[in-house]
């Protein structure tokens, strides 16, 4: 309810209003009353009321002076006037002071009953605002996380701004406009292997812990603000004027080997963010189990600066690709790759021609000396380089398929194929293009060397000797075969299916379910000792995969075979 101090000199006139109007009903409570604007004063200021009736001429001082003082230190009080002196001078000192209306005695109680009603309305739309900007004021700090971010992003993303500082102080960022900055830019490594086997909440959550464990390193050192950039990348503008000696460094290119005093060129700030950086990478590495890669642009003068930074610690941080992976990269560091960055050659029909013919004379040394001189070409600081990396390695793959379908020899590769170019586009460095593509052009050349040999078919009747000798192992593997055939696995896998059609696998089933059928004929072998007789430990295993092959549970079979 709103609250009401009537004043006047008169009791009568006081008890008058308190008692002959019907303030509940009207949402008002009487909270007090005065009978003179002094006493009225004390009042107010002790609890502000929400509206005050107050008589014009009184003694010590008038409705007038005390309207006056209201609406200087209380504005929001609303003030209705009554007198009984019908007095045009008084009427005009009423409005200057904003009274809500002027009534005469004796009071009409109708006519309070219109001015109470459109004060309680003015009152109301008045809390109704009040309202409506707290929840504004709620909302806007709810979102504040999120403008803080959008923020930061048009920071990095170079968006001309002329308000920077206001836009910092507003949200509550410590980011000075003249100042100087370093921004970091960092990437987790296998980003498709961290993410495929997550749902969205739990990467939502990892993304989360990353930031958490950033931001607290950044606090306990040179200060500034980590934020997400997309999917597994993320972005730290960091003050090079920071805590702990860091005061502003000639960022990362003078990080290593500099000299001279400490200061804004000296050694220890750029000391501090090597540090940093490393603390990020091996805290990351430690609690949340994730390979990082952080590249370090040079420092920026002001936060106008801080988009150029940006661009130079993203591209330090592509550098990956043949740097390696888990790495901090300097800008300084990718000097002598800068220097072959736009150097000439690549993967043409000479190349495609010499893979080829290496191929097909079955010739590892010159097959090795084809491949190292195309990826010594691909070591090269390419600015577009993981994008040239993968089309080069796709080229190779698919002249590579190309001429085993030529020598008939291609049905056996058709699936790892397709395996191989899908994992090619999810390799993050060179090296890992590179063992992928090795490995690829290895079993390509082992199975034209055996088919123009004809040791395939031996192959095949060597395997089928080790299974039938070892299906009782339950660790027998493809990874064992191969040992013993002093072959890869991949190559022992791809030779036996283009031989029988099926894989080692399953012929490995097929011996193991026919040694069980055997077996079950017996009633004196019970189902435990079958099961771990033909190379499994559980039971309930073998139950699925013999009712799978044959389509009758172990013990079906026997009672129809027994």
Known sequence: MYKLLIVDDEPTVRAGLRGYFDWASRGIEVAGEADDGDVALELIEREPPDLVLTDVRMPN??????????????????????????????????????????IFKPVNLHELGEVVRRVVAELDARGRERQANEERLRKLQESMPLLREKFLLSLVGGAPRTDLRERAAFLGLDLPEEAPYWVIALSVDDLAEVTGSRSELDRQLLWYSVLNICQELIDRSLGGYMFEHGVGAFVGILRADGANGANGANGANGAEGAGGADGPDGPDAAESLLKLAGDIRDNLERWLKLSVTIGIGEQAGSLGGVASSYRQAREAAEHKWYLGKNQIITMDSLDGAEEDADSPGGYGRDDREALVSALKAANPDT???????????????????????????????LAVGQLMLELNAQSAFEREEAELLESLLAQETLSGMRGLVESYVAAAYERIRDKRSGKTANLVERVRDIIGRRYAEGGLTVAEIGKEVYLTPTYVSLLFKQETGGTIGEYLTQVRIERAKAMLRDPQYKLYDICHAIGFTDPSYFTKLFKKETGLTPSAFRDGHA
Do not use: M, T, W
């Open 61 to 102: 001082l008038d409705g007038i002076s005390l309207s006056q003082h209201i609406s200087a230190r209380f504005p929001e009080v609303k003030i209705i006037f009554v007198s009984g002196h019908d007095d045009a001078e008084y009427l005009k000192s009423a409005l200057k002071v904003s009274a809500v209306d002027y």
């Open 367 to 397: 097959l090795r000396e084809v491949l190292d001189r195309l990826f010594a070409d691909l070591n090269r600081g390419r600015r577009d380089g993981l994008r040239y990396g993968r089309n080069v390695c796709l080229q190779i793959v």
